[in-house]
């Protein structure tokens, strides 16, 4: 294997761990340590920050190569305009050189990736080459749902407790959020599940979860809600339904009760369809260019 086609299979392993990224049994900080870690590797950096929205600003949440203490009074305000964030440093360090990546969930900026040099010039290829800008894209894309679903996730423990909580917060997110029973019952979904099959909420509480989702009479072999129930752990499939209109990534999280027991699963339904065509759109290009040279 000569060197661009090693470089390439890297490129490739390394974005389809980080596609993948979201099916792990991760915590939201081990996530936020990943997601550094990635973007430290993916573009041969000295130091990797990550920088979350929060109270209307972007403040740094995770670091490597940078002790986070030193940096995490400093903040960006989320009304500067992006393309002011993208060409100015994000944080006052001493490096030769940046490059700030914006991560964007639902085409809203959550967050940004800062990566820092000491070599002048080192992100130039990133900046320049078409091909390496795109991966780079993708991976941002990638780990923007993955932080985005950690979350979510992380909130879920204190909303899911309580119903007023649940319909305030949960309606205004575009992801299909719902909560089964054991029985593969629904017992709560937001208004993006009810708008996402022409239904009233109503009509959707109490039904099987399969019969809304997939149009089945029984669940998938490979349901996540089974596996949670299973395991009694975080699971996450990747499906391709026609009755739902794309590929879509299903994460559970099985919830208890005061008393350690099982109580209900969240559900959170990711439509990826896009990221998907993405990535076999990178994929047939990457193979045109390797087959004409």
């Given at each position: 294997m000569?060197?661009?086609e090693k470089k390439l299979y890297q490129r490739l392993k390394f974005l389809s761990d980080a596609f993948l990224l979201s099916s792990k049994n991760l915590d939201y900080k081990s996530v936020l340590r990943t997601a550094t870690k990635h973007f430290r590797v993916f573009t041969g950096a000295d130091a990797s920050v990550i920088m979350l929205s929060n109270d209307g600003?972007?403040?740094p949440v995770s670091s490597l190569g940078i002790p986070l203490s030193q940096i995490k009074d400093i903040s960006l305000p989320l009304s500067t305009r992006l393309k002011d964030i993208l060409s100015r440093p994000a944080l006052d360090v001493r490096y030769a050189s940046f490059m700030n990546t914006p991560l964007i969930q639902n085409r809203k900026l959550i967050g940004l990736s800062a990566v820092f040099s000491t070599l002048p010039e080192k992100f130039a290829l990133f900046e320049h080459n078409k091909y390496e800008h795109l991966l780079l894209t993708m991976l941002a894309s990638y780990i923007a749902v993955t932080i985005e679903n950690a979350s979510q996730i992380n909130s879920f423990k204190v909303i899911e407790q309580s119903k007023s909580e649940w319909e305030g917060a949960l309606d205004t997110?575009?992801?299909?959020?719902s909560i089964h029973d054991a029985d593969f019952n629904i017992i709560r979904a937001n208004m993006a599940v009810a708008k996402k099959f022409n239904k009233d909420i109503k009509e959707i509480i109490g039904k099987k979860c399969y019969k809304?989702?997939?149009g089945t009479d029984e669940p998938w072999k490979?349901?996540?809600h089974r596996k949670s129930l299973e395991t009694m752990t975080k699971c996450s499939e990747e499906i391709e339904d026609p009755h739902m209109g794309g590929?879509?990534?299903i994460t559970t999280f099985p919830c208890y009760n005061d008393a350690g027991k099982y109580r209900s699963t969240i559900h959170i339904?990711?439509?990826?369809?896009?990221?998907?065509?993405m990535w076999n759109?990178?994929?047939n290009a990457l193979y045109q260019n390797r087959k004409n040279k």
């Open positions: 000569t060197s661009p600003n972007l403040i997110i575009d992801d299909l959020i809304i989702f997939h490979t349901c996540p590929v879509f990534n339904t990711k439509d990826i369809t896009e990221h998907k065509k759109q990178q994929e």
